[in-house]
């Protein structure tokens, strides 16, 4: 049994400050907080913030809470307040093809040890948002549903996810046949459905079996043919036969519960 400090233990009743209070105490001010957005995606990038914040500017920032419980307006309201009160911060944005060519836990680890080294500010700990990451250079803890019961981690969560929704829009511009603008890449219904229609767009990951299996339904081809995804998407990277469209393969996509490696529908993704 090792002995327990009071004043070095979080209390229940702490707060989302109540870690980085802790740690401030323990002399390993400043903390970092680190967490990702879009690993449950079969679309768009995966982008991972790391946040240092002061322990006594979080109670000055309004809204602060995992991104997934809040509306997109008050994510944006807390970035701005995360931004202007926060020591430091960076983002790393990975491409679906870095995720296609090395997979996406792999890209998950690598872009939380880019994103905390990219901080100019010099953290005496840092916390994760699930599972450890080694290799950091200082202490650090894993924390279940860390952007739930940690200020740092809560505030990686809304740059990541605000950042990440603000591109995916972009490439609703882009791509404007998937609805990305809704759906933010995710496995949903509609997205289903748009990917058995039009195939994949270039933004599409295709080490997501929905994604393979929608471009081979739009567009055949020998599965001992070496797989070149120009081919599969076709000159115009989008559109599929029609004929092939009106012969139901949204609904077998559908019903057949074909879904992605990672988490289904925006609600679930992080």
């Given at each position: 049994?090792?002995?327990?400090?009071?004043?070095?233990?979080?209390?229940?009743?702490?707060?989302?400050?109540?870690?980085?209070?802790?740690?401030?105490?323990?002399?390993?001010?400043?903390?970092?907080?680190?967490?990702?957005?879009?690993?449950?995606?079969?679309?768009?990038?995966?982008?991972?913030?790391?946040?240092?914040?002061d322990p006594a500017s979080i109670r000055r920032i309004p809204g602060l809470a995992d991104s997934k419980l809040l509306t997109p307006q008050a994510r944006e309201e807390a970035y701005d307040q995360v931004l202007r009160r926060a020591i430091d911060w960076h983002v790393v944005v990975i491409g679906a093809d870095q995720i296609d060519a090395v997979g996406?836990?792999?890209?998950?680890?690598?872009?939380?040890?880019?994103?905390?080294?990219?901080?100019?500010?010099?953290?005496?700990?840092?916390?994760?948002?699930?599972?450890p990451v080694r290799g950091l250079g200082v202490p650090g803890l894993a924390v279940w549903k860390g952007d739930r019961v940690t200020a740092s981690v809560a505030a990686a969560s809304i740059v990541a996810k605000v950042s990440r929704d603000r591109m995916m829009r972009d490439l609703h511009e882009r791509y404007p046949l998937y609805g990305f603008d809704r759906h933010k890449g995710y496995v949903t219904d509609d997205h289903v459905r748009a990917l058995a229609e039009h195939g994949p767009s270039p933004a599409h990951r295709y080490s997501f079996v929905n994604v393979t299996r929608a471009a081979d339904l739009v567009n055949p081809v020998d599965p001992m043919a070496p797989a070149d995804p120009a081919e599969l998407l076709g000159s115009a990277g989008l559109a599929g036969p029609a004929d092939l469209a009106d012969a139901g393969l949204a609904e077998v996509l559908v019903?057949?519960?074909?879904?992605?490696?990672?988490?289904?529908g925006e609600e679930r993704g992080e």
């Open positions: 049994m090792y002995p327990r400090y009071p004043a070095y233990t979080p209390r229940r009743d702490g707060g989302l400050a109540a870690y980085e209070s802790v740690l401030a105490r323990a002399g390993f001010a400043p903390v970092a907080g680190i967490d990702e957005a879009g690993r449950g995606a079969c679309a768009g990038p995966l982008v991972v913030a790391a946040v240092v914040l996406l836990h792999v890209c998950n680890i690598a872009g939380m040890r880019r994103a905390f080294a990219g901080l100019r500010a010099v953290p005496g700990y840092v916390l994760t948002d699930g599972f019903t057949s519960g074909i879904g992605s490696a990672g988490a289904s």
